[in-house]
């Protein structure tokens, strides 16, 4: 199983971006997808996940402003986020479970001025 995640990148406060994270290796379709962060000193936290059959779930903070999605045909999960705020500025991963933990390597986002 391999987790390709991509764009990341400076963004300025209250803006938006949005992630991708290309699996293989895997049946897709059946597999739920998760987005997790970290911050310089913090512990990895979940953002959101999302079920193979596109049940979503979400950390209370970023309810309302962040969408996850996939896109099976393509073998993709989505991360778009709204209304970033400095304190969002961290790595963030890609994960599943197929008979095991995958980890993407990680997009770094960076919101600031």
């Known amino acids: 199983v391999q987790l390709q995640a991509s764009g990341g990148g400076l963004v300025q406060p209250g803006g938006s971006l949005r992630l991708s994270c290309k699996a293989t290796?895997?049946?897709?379709?059946?597999?739920?997808m998760a987005w997790y962060r970290q911050s310089p000193g913090k512990q990895r936290e979940l953002v959101a996940n999302?079920?193979?059959?596109?049940?979503?779930n979400y950390a209370d903070s970023v309810k309302g402003r962040f969408i996850i999605s996939r896109d099976n045909a393509r073998r993709l999960v989505h991360l778009q986020m709204n209304s970033l705020s400095p304190e969002e500025t961290a790595v963030y991963f890609c994960?599943?479970?197929?008979?095991?933990?995958?980890w993407g390597q990680g997009t770094l986002v960076t919101v600031s001025s």
């Open positions: 999302i079920s193979s059959s596109g049940t979503t």
């Open positions: 994960n599943t479970y197929w008979g095991g933990t995958y």
């Open positions: 290796g895997m049946v897709f379709s059946r597999s739920a």
